[in-house]
């Protein structure tokens, strides 16, 4: 006579299977050569080119900002981008709807959300609200370099321009023009051809609002759509 436990144990009424939702490759069907190619571009080399010109005691300004982590980051010498690990990720990519990223690794789940890549990078996504007393005055009117009609410069573009009149700039100029050319170039990482957005640019006029906004939500909300338009016909 069996207990209804074991009756229970014996049913398959109670079993269903997950159905989860396909790789943007099957197992085993990865294609056997990796092209050399990657869709976000940062240069980390940013940051120690704007350091040298802007000199330790205005640089110490953005060391110590929000982009303190990127910085530190950027100054160790250990870190090495893979570029075959990154398509190994690519090449198991799970195909969800949403923001997050999902990816397989020996044949387990493995999330990439916007809490990942604040863990990763520790920049900001959400907007800091904390009262503080301001470090420069606001500035009325934007800077010549944010006034171009339509868009104009690439971050290069903008670092040759520091580089050429850094000594007639003023101290905030100077400073608004390093972070922009060190979040552009690094944090955002767009194409080195791409040009900047107009209305982006005039996001850097004051400091003390630049330095408060989520701009580790806007870099994840750019890597995560840049990694979705990754297709398989992008492989061959």
């Not at 990796?34 to 802007?54: F, G, R, T, W």
């Not at 570029?83 to 923001?99: A, P, W």
């Not at 400091?207 to 989520?214: A, G, H, I, M």
Request: hydrophobic letters at 35%.
């Amino acid at each position: 006579m069996s207990t209804p436990n074991s009756q229970f144990l014996d049913s398959n009424d109670f079993c269903t299977n997950l159905s989860l939702p396909p790789r943007i490759y099957g197992a085993g069907t990865e294609p056997p050569d990796i092209p050399k190619m990657v869709i976000q571009h940062s240069s980390i080399d940013y940051v120690s080119e704007v350091a040298q010109i802007l000199g330790k005691e205005e640089f110490d300004q953005i060391e110590n900002s929000h982009l303190g982590s990127i910085v530190k980051l950027a100054r160790r010498s250990s870190v090495v981008f893979s570029e075959n690990l990154f398509h190994f990720l690519m090449q198991r990519r799970v195909l969800t709807k949403g923001k997050d990223l999902w990816f397989t690794f020996c044949d387990q789940l493995m999330r990439f959300s916007m809490r990942e890549f604040y863990l990763t990078t520790g920049l900001a996504c959400e907007e800091d609200t904390t009262p503080r007393e301001p470090l420069f005055p606001n500035k009325k009117k934007p800077y010549l370099w944010m006034l171009s009609k339509g868009d104009k410069y690439t971050v290069r573009n903008l670092y040759d321009l520091l580089k050429k009149r850094a000594r007639t700039m003023t101290r905030l100029e100077r400073l608004s023009m390093g972070v922009a050319i060190i979040t552009e170039g690094v944090i955002l990482a767009g194409h080195p051809s791409s040009l900047i957005p107009k209305e982006r640019l005039l996001c850097y006029k004051n400091y003390d609002t630049f330095s408060r906004l989520p701009w580790g939500k806007l870099a994840y909300k750019i890597l995560s759509k840049s990694i979705k338009r990754l297709n398989t016909s992008w492989w061959t």
